[in-house]
């Protein structure tokens, strides 16, 4: 029997969920079609910042998206918390990115400054803080000989990216979402007749839609092509390492290392190409250990209890992709590597948008279009 | 053959235990009764498993915290102590 719903989502993992749940709380009736535990979902392996820093160098249009996410975000949480009861543990600390000797320190400096002219106005406001600041501003941390100084990020902060996922399933669930797992998606097939919406068809099902939502990470690709989308998304592996519970540290989230709310320390990560595969190397575990060890070296004793690995769902330039089928309105496509940092402007702005039918000004630059133009490939 | 006998330290106090038992179970012979505080409900909380994949079971063995006492070999005058709350950072 064919089902319908006003919007079917694509993908249950962080971009689809939160998507869902802003369409949900405009009012439209969803279905999300999620696949079971051994998908490639980036949501459960990923290091948990929520980060400005270093986003849309060559892009300022994802500096000012992710700038609005970042305001988002503290209202965001408390939403999920109160309806759900569930604390993402997020907390607007401020980040840092570390830098070991000179280079490091002059490199990072130029990048900021470049970024900074990129846009009209300033979206980061980030600065280069020295070692003494970084002593003040953590007055229980030893660091390293090499540590000169950083930049620091006042927009970012960190959360827990599990309760994310868990809230908003929660939230989706509160909300009457029809939330499918194991629901493979086989094919997407507009109608024959132009404005006569989309039939999604599972193993078992077949959903009838007018708006249809791919966000499905990697999952996207053997979907895309039959609703007029030509958008390219490489995997990129992570690695991260967690250690044994310790007591809370006070240090700020830093793109290589944080603590968690529960204490354990994350460690990562790494960008590897490694097509599909998600096994952790010794390598790779020895240099981000030797890494965090020269920032902070008091952390060689701690005990490692756990490496995985993940797969980043990435854009040639590492910016989102968001558009509307020109050749089937109503069928959308959303990408990104960031889905937590974004998941507070996808469950508002892009959510509106996906909901009023029209992707305005502020996201008509995330067009796959752009790739066409030679200053933005790689 | 009956191993050795030897004296290892639990919280202080003497305790003999044959030279071929682990930590875990010098502090069980030494009747301490809990061997540590969970970091997060502050529980109290013993060896269970004796062999490694538990992780209850966690001390401080000769001042370093967070050791799997069950997979730890006494040694004489080993210094076995309870590990209170999480392990803190020094």
Redesign the interface.
């Known amino acids: 029997m064919t089902q319908t719903a006003d919007t079917v989502v694509i993908g249950g993992g962080v971009v689809g969920s939160a998507i869902a749940y802003g369409l949900a709380k405009r009012g439209a009736r969803v279905t999300i079609l999620d696949e079971g535990d051994d998908a490639i979902r980036a949501s459960r392996v990923n290091f948990g910042l929520v980060w400005l820093h270093g986003k849309g160098d060559g892009m300022p249009a994802y500096g000012f998206w992710t700038r609005r996410s970042t305001e988002l975000w503290p209202r965001f949480a408390d939403e999920l918390k109160a309806e759900t009861g569930i604390d993402t543990h997020y907390v607007k600390s401020g980040g840092l990115s570390y830098c070991l000797g000179e280079t490091e320190y002059a490199r990072e400096t130029e990048t900021l400054q470049r970024m900074r002219e990129q846009a009209e106005r300033d979206p980061y406001e980030t600065r280069m803080v020295d070692r003494g600041d970084l002593m003040r501003m953590m007055p229980g941390v030893t660091f390293g000989a090499e540590v000169l100084g950083a930049s620091y990020g006042p927009h970012d902060g960190h959360v827990s990216p599990l309760n994310l996922l868990h809230a908003l399933h929660t939230a989706l669930m509160r909300l009457g979402v029809d939330y499918r797992p194991g629901s493979s998606v086989l094919e997407v097939t507009p109608a024959a007749t132009a404005g006569g919406g989309f039939e999604v068809r599972t193993a078992n099902e077949t959903f009838s839609t007018p708006k249809v939502v791919l966000a499905a990470g990697h999952g996207i690709m053997p979907l895309m092509r039959p609703l007029g989308f030509e958008v390219e998304i490489l995997a990129e592996r992570g690695q991260i390492m967690v250690t044994e519970r310790m007591a809370p540290m006070g240090l700020l989230p830093a793109n290589g290392v944080r603590q968690t709310a529960e204490g354990t320390l994350l460690i990562g990560t790494t960008n590897e190409d490694a097509g599909y595969d998600v096994s952790t190397t010794p390598q790779a575990g020895a240099s981000m250990v030797r890494r965090a060890i020269r920032v902070i070296p008091a952390l060689a004793h701690v005990r490692v209890v756990r490496t995985w690995a993940g797969l980043r769902t990435l854009t040639k330039d590492e910016s989102p992709i968001y558009e509307e089928s020109a050749r089937y309105p109503g069928a959308f496509l959303a990408t990104c590597h960031s889905g937590v940092t974004l998941a507070a402007v996808h469950a508002t702005d892009l959510a509106d948008a996906i909901y009023n039918g029209k992707l305005g000004a502020d996201i008509e630059p995330f067009h796959s279009q752009r790739f066409l133009d030679t200053k933005h490939g790689r | 053959m009956a191993a050795e006998r030897i004296t290892v330290y639990v919280d202080g106090a003497a305790v003999t235990v044959s030279a071929n038992d682990s930590a875990a179970s010098a502090a069980l012979q030494a009747g301490i009764g809990y061997t540590r505080l969970s ?2 409900t502050g529980e109290k909380r013993a060896p269970y498993c004796m062999m490694g994949m538990c992780f209850e079971c ?1 001390m401080v063995i000769d001042g ?1 915290p ?1 050791r799997q006492a069950c997979m730890v070999t006494v040694r004489p005058g080993m210094r076995i102590e309870r590990q209170t ?6």
């Open positions: 970091p997060i966690l370093v967070s709350g999480a392990r803190v950072l020094s």
